[in-house]
């Protein structure tokens, strides 16, 4: 079986302050972290994964996709009861110059900024939390470094796009052959 997934380069440019909203609810984040790690997914797998209920899970899918970050997965369907959902892009991205014509909404971005600083600081915690239990592989690879770089702003948004395309690609073509098998 292999689904359709957003291309791996599909950037999502935010440019709402609504969707910033919407994506920075904890439980919405960790469902679209779910569907970005394990694909397509029924709203009763989700609800398991995240240990949600059901119709907590089903209400914050519908403002995701209000949002439109993420979309039905109808391909997948035993039935027409079942719903599927998967990511809209494979990857999100804003400014917060964008959102500077509007006090409220500059304020919003700055939030979602933070916020989505956090949510990348709590998985390296959990991370530590939990690496003296991990296989020693993956500790003996997990890595760390401390080094100062001087670029230029266009040297840093190249470093950017590098390093997306060096990340992105192994890991879809990973996801999309765990699913034929």
């Known amino acids: ?84 959902w998967q990511l809209a892009a494979s990857s999100l991205s804003w400014s917060t110059r964008a959102f500077a014509g509007s006090e409220s909404e500059a304020a919003v971005a700055e939030a979602a900024a933070l916020l989505n600083l956090e949510h990348q600081l709590a998985k390296v915690r959990a991370w530590m939390a939990q690496s003296e239990t991990a296989e020693p592989a993956w500790v003996d690879a997990a890595f760390a470094s401390d080094f100062w770089l001087q670029l230029t702003p266009a040297e840093l948004a190249e470093l950017s796009h590098e390093l997306v395309a060096l990340a992105r690609p192994p890991a879809l073509e990973q996801r999309e052959q765990l699913v034929r098998d």
């Open 1 to 84: 079986i292999v689904y359709s997934m957003p291309e791996p380069d599909a950037v999502r440019e935010i440019t709402s302050s609504r969707v910033l909203r919407a994506l920075s609810h904890p439980l919405r984040r960790r469902l679209l972290d779910a569907l970005a790690v394990d694909g397509p997914s029924t709203v009763s797998a989700l609800a398991d994964r995240t240990e949600q209920a059901v119709g907590n899970v089903s209400h914050h899918l519908k403002v995701l996709d209000e949002a439109q970050l993420v979309v039905e997965a109808p391909e997948r369907a035993r039935d027409r009861r079942e719903r599927w």
